[in-house]
């Protein structure tokens, strides 16, 4: 008897297994969708293969001869190349999920990968996303709800507003109650854009209008907030892993302090800033937030440190980073290979009591950096 498709019908170790037997037989059957292009696709494509994962691309048709393109064991054009059209088009990728029979879709990290309505369709249409549920995305996708989640939960969180701010005498208000410098921020933003700092009342005017203006053409919302500035702050963000039976890991920090416009150029871990002391306090409050929101999958949990070493709550990014493989490198864990075990329904196989979590300690197994290289001319302004 000859056949080329195995249904499993069960899930978690068991199926693993299987998958691996029938990967080494000739016979892979799950398939996995990736809904991105280029370096993350094919760092998603190569986990797949040793997962025994089929792979399926997509791509805009000026990518069409891209690396994830050939490496992938199918490819589905996208047509136009503007990433509304592309990329970002949801009744697209899903039709194409729907043609090629797929099980599941990873986003990646940008595009759609923190877009809480892509997560609905894929939950309501019966195919697994790979990331965190769809109630976890519109959550911590609105700062402004997050930041009152965080802070009922006991965790502190920068002076500013709980509530949307988007007037300048609002503005005005809260700016001379908490003292300047103050920096408004997009609700639904990030990626450094809708930001701009505020050093006196009279740069309110100009400020608020242009990150509003910034925030509606990056994100379709002009919703604002706004915080304390703190001068001379460290950034610092844990790597977290969450199963969907309430099991939450972090793997370490990771410091992000040296910026260019809001983005990120040096990711170190770890961070040269945080004594065993206050890196258990911080790794403490990065299981709370987690567990707080129900949390699932991988994610990133941002705080600022000031100073005098106070550290206080920025926000959740709710995917995987690009920065993800400073934390690989020093534990030695795979994770996109966790997010999609977690995604299949698996327990994490390994926690943070006793002897396990030195492993996962950056501190205890090396250093690890990674740098951003900008495209920039300095002489016609950048």
Known sequence: MKFKKVLIANRGEIALRIIRTCREMGLRTVKVLIANRGEIALRIIRTCREMGL?????????????????????????????????????????????????????????????????????????????????????????KLEARRNVQDAGIPVIPGTLEEINNEKDLLKTANKIGYPVVIKAVDGGGGKGIRIISSQKEIPSALRLAKE????????????????????????????????????????????????????????????????????????????????????????????????????????????????VTEMVTGIDIVKEQLKIAMGEKLSFSQKGGMDKLVCPCNVGTSIECRIYAEDPYNGF
Request: neutral net charge; proline residues 4%; aromatic residues 10%.
């Open 54 to 142: 089929r792979t399926v691309a997509v791509f805009a048709d000026v990518d069409k001869y891209s690396l994830h393109v050939k490496f992938a064991d199918e490819a589905y054009s996208l047509g136009l190349p503007q990433p509304s059209e592309s990329y970002l088009n949801i009744q697209k990728i899903l039709s194409i999920a729907k043609k090629a029979k797929v099980q599941a879709i990873h986003p990646g990290y940008g595009f759609l990968a923190e877009n809480s309505h892509f997560a609905k369709a894929c939950e309501n249409g019966g195919t697994i996303f790979i990331g965190p549920t769809s109630e976890n995305l519109r959550m911590l996708g609105d």
């Open 214 to 325: 910034e925030a509606a053409s990056a994100f379709g919302s002009s919703r604002m907030y706004l915080e304390k500035y703190i001068e001379g702050a460290r950034h610092i963000e844990f790597q977290i892993l969450a199963d969907s039976f309430g099991n939450v890991v972090h793997l370490g920090e990771r410091e992000c302090s040296i910026q260019r416009r809001f983005q990120k150029l040096i990711e170190e871990t770890p961070s040269p800033a945080l004594t065993d002391v206050l890196r258990k306090k911080m790794a403490n409050a990065v299981v709370k937030v987690a567990q707080t929101v129900k949390y699932r999958n991988a994610g990133t949990v941002e705080f600022l440190l000031s100073p005098d070493g106070q550290f206080y709550f920025l926000e959740v990014n709710t995917r995987l980073q690009v920065e993800h493989p």
